[in-house]
């Protein structure tokens, strides 16, 4: 798979050094964090975040004035290690490890324009933090939350909105997490045994919520952020490709991923509005992932076990095999929409089913099975929910309940292509009321 973006050239000019900081932000932070934790140990987790900032600050202020390097990444991991060094020698602990971390230090920063060695234990490392975070110590709420935060660089904002919350709840998540670490000297490992499979639930929940942010961005200018999307398959094919990980379950989530994100190239137009499948011009989806998401599908299959990751992955096969919107498989999809739905009683999967009610059975149907949706309330504030009452009383030519329900996904949409894209709906049901002969009035 190709990346999703390139980095800034590194003689950008002044203008460019914001761009280039904020893409090594994403693409870096992570593998920074990582192998300061090993090099320092999980209970210094918070110093490896506050660092890995300050080397982020120093580019901003420093680069502009004398260049960017041949190899920013390498700077930054060098100034990073070395802002570390700096903190840890005021402990009086550090003086008992202070030979061993010096050499690893100074061993493995080499000339800041060569890149960072050792490629092999900086996965590895990044897989020990993983683990780290989805400890079973961690309360569960927080431990997404801190893979999100210390692996893929999101913010406070990001989070809460993948999770549906306050950024107030999730700073406190954080806290609390990385003091846990701390407090109960969690070890930077990956474990094995009976407790492997609990944290493997953990991280794989945590790569898939990463994925979701960036198929669907949460905040910011742009529908879809393809770097984080990338990031997430990143670590999961590391996942997948590590003996503690290779497991169907695993390959399923992979494939899940791949199979979606075949689709970005053609999720949005040139304006950056989101486009449905059957507006999309499917040559632009990438082949190559398909064939990738199909293999890890075909993996996922090895033993008896079929997990939620199956079926979405399933689902998206649907749309990826189909040649046209027209032939697209709707009743195997509904299929495995039941199975899921039988799984997870969740909202959100009800609601993604009614869709596909819809398609099988007609918009009436659609609308029944919304209505029949256990805790439908807490959809309430669920901007897609009302798109798909709209689009259902739409199909139905109920213009004025579906211009009311447009209306209202518009005012609870946050990103402008979502609303563009809504607004747009709303005015195509106006324009249909204003074509729509007055009723003649009786005679008094």
């Not at 003689?11 to 693409?27: C, G, I, K, N, W």
């Not at 942010?213 to 999307?229: F, P, Q």
């Not at 504030?381 to 009311?404: C, I, K, M, R, W």
């Amino acid at each position: 798979m190709e990346a999703a973006g390139k980095a800034p050239s590194p003689t950008a000019s002044e203008a460019d050094v914001p761009q280039l900081t904020e893409h090594l932000f994403r693409q870096e932070s992570g593998k920074l964090v990582s192998v300061l934790t090993g090099i320092f140990g999980a209970d210094r987790l918070q110093m490896a975040e506050d660092v890995v900032q300050e080397a982020l600050v120093r580019a901003m202020q420093t680069w502009p004035y004398q260049g960017v390097p041949k190899n920013p990444a390498a700077w930054l991991m060098q100034t990073a290690k070395h802002l570390a060094l700096d903190l840890v020698r005021r402990e009086k602990r550090f003086h008992e490890k202070q030979p061993e971390i010096i050499a690893q230090v100074e061993g493995q920063a080499g000339d800041a324009e060569d890149p960072p060695s050792l490629d092999g234990e900086i996965k590895d490392d990044r897989l020990r933090l993983m683990f780290t975070c989805c400890h079973p110590l961690i309360p569960p709420d927080s431990q997404a939350a801190l893979s999100l935060k210390t692996l893929c660089g999101l913010g406070t904002t990001e989070i809460a909105a993948a999770f549906l919350t306050t950024e107030a709840a999730i700073a406190k998540r954080l806290t609390r997490a990385r003091q846990r670490i701390q407090e109960q000297k969690i070890p930077f490992e990956i474990p094995c045994g009976p407790e492997l499979a609990s944290r493997l639930d953990g991280v794989r929940q945590t790569l898939l919520l990463l994925f979701n942010e960036g198929y669907k961005a949460s905040s910011g200018e742009t529908l879809v952020r393809e770097d984080i999307c990338a990031e997430a398959i990143r670590l999961t094919t590391l996942l997948a490709e590590h003996p503690a990980g290779n497991q169907p379950r695993t390959h399923a989530l992979l494939a899940l991923m791949l199979l979606n994100g075949a689709r970005l190239p053609a999720r949005v137009d040139s304006d950056g509005n989101i486009l449905r499948l059957k507006e999309q011009n499917r040559s632009l989806w990438n082949r190559e992932m398909i064939a990738r998401g199909i293999m890890h599908l075909g993996r996922s299959a090895a033993g008896d076990e079929l997990s939620e990751y199956h079926l979405h992955a399933g689902i998206a096969a649907c749309h990826d095999t189909a040649a046209d919107d027209a032939s697209t498989d709707w009743r195997q999809i509904l299929a495995l929409y039941d199975r899921l739905a039988a799984m997870d009683d969740s909202p959100v999967i009800a609601l993604n089913r009614a869709v596909a009610v819809a398609n099988v059975h007609g918009p009436a149907q659609g609308l029944k099975a919304v209505q029949a949706i256990s805790g439908r309330a807490e959809l309430s504030s669920y901007y897609l929910l009302y798109a798909v009452l709209g689009e259902f009383e739409s199909q139905l030519d109920n213009d004025l309940v579906a211009a009311s329900h447009f209306h209202r996904a518009a005012q609870l949409a946050d990103l402008k292509s979502e609303q563009a894209f809504l607004a747009q709906r709303l005015r195509d049901c106006e324009e249909r009321l204003k074509s729509q002969p007055t009723p003649a009035r009786g005679c008094l």
